[in-house]
């Protein structure tokens, strides 16, 4: 059970790290939170699939000399915590509205690689510490305007409640800031509280469901306008298809309260993506993801489809 508990611990981590981070520059929110919940499932995919290959019963199968025996109680070795994880990924888009227009949007292919640095350490029994640090590059192959650079930084604590299946709650600060495609200028930067609770159900070894809220409130940042706090309430399935390749479904519904001009939008983004893990560091995705934004404002409500896939890398220690 201790290892069930530890193999479930580390997909908790995984998927908190990267549902914390949900933060873009408003003419490019869409595209932004695609690719960073593709990452994430990513990285949930390859725990996922760690987890199901893994948490089989630790008892030896049953034999007709069992009455005699008593159980057999077989010794596994458990998997040693490793806190860090450096990552880096790269993969391609094709977008139906790159400007994210609610008239007249104008298709483009977007390339999004990123690398990063994630360190979890555990400062108590069931206390964990969260630090990261992310740059990503979104390139337009025709919509060059919209190229932009983002730079995050975050850190927090996750506290993981084992006596209610694993259920997880966390707190972090978090910093975003985008620059222009030679990083010789700000375009946008906001620093933010978030806060959630989280619950995985492990439905057998090939499958599992995860629920889960938050809310980020806005501290500082320019410019102004685009400027909110948000709001989300988010669910997913994650499925061992074989033992290499992993499915995920994700939903996500979010309230975006802008903090000037009396700007609300409802936002929300549903996304299907594969993952073939060919070794416990690599990893070839696809990903297809539909977003929808309706505003209180004008020439605010819009639609989009993504559709691509790329390569993702991670190593721990």
């Known amino acids: 059970m201790k290892t069930v508990h530890s193999l479930r611990l580390f997909f908790v981590i995984g998927l908190l790290v990267f549902a914390a981070t949900l933060h873009a520059q408003d003419a490019s929110a869409q595209q932004r939170v695609a690719r960073e919940e593709s990452t994430r499932r990513s990285v949930i995919d390859q725990a996922s699939a760690y987890l199901l290959a893994n948490s089989a019963s630790s008892y030896a199968p049953s034999s007709p000399g069992d009455s005699d025996l008593g159980e057999q ?8 915590y490793r806190a860090f994880q450096i990552y880096a990924d790269f993969n391609e888009y094709w977008t139906n509205n790159a400007g994210l227009t609610q008239n007249n949007p104008v298709s483009d292919w977007l390339m999004a690689p990123q690398f990063g640095l994630n360190y979890t350490p555990q400062i108590a029994s069931n206390l964990y510490g969260e630090f990261t640090v992310r740059e990503q590059l979104f390139r337009y192959a025709s919509n060059t305007q919209l190229d932009f650079n983002s730079t ?7 506290y993981v409640v084992r006596q209610l299946g694993d ?6 600060y ?9 990083m010789g200028s700000s375009t946008y930067n906001q620093q933010t509280l978030k806060f959630g609770v989280q619950k995985p ?3 057998s070894r090939a499958h599992m469901i995860y629920v889960g809220s938050s809310a980020e409130i806005n501290l500082a940042g320019s410019p102004g306008y685009a400027l909110k706090n948000t709001f989300d309430f988010f669910t997913g399935y994650q499925a061992a298809l074989t033992r290499n390749i992993n499915a995920s479904l994700y939903y996500r519904i979010s309230l975006f309260n802008y903090t000037q001009g009396g700007r609300d939008d409802l936002n929300q983004n549903a996304s299907f993506g594969l ?5 416990d560091w690599f990893s ?8 929808f934004n309706s505003s209180n404002t004008e020439n605010n409500n819009y639609w989009v489809f993504m559709v691509g896939s790329g390569v993702s890398a991670q190593f721990k220690f």
């Open 73 to 80: 109680l077989m010794l596994t070795r458990r998997e040693r």
């Open 167 to 172: 259920l997880s709650v966390f707190g972090r």
């Open 275 to 279: 993952s073939w893990v060919i070794t």
């Open 284 to 291: 070839i995705n696809s990903v297809a993801s539909f977003g």
């Open 152 to 158: 995050d930084t975050g850190a927090g604590l996750i």
């Open 174 to 182: 978090h910093f975003t800031l985008l620059t222009d495609p030679g």
């Open 201 to 203: 159900f492990v439905l």
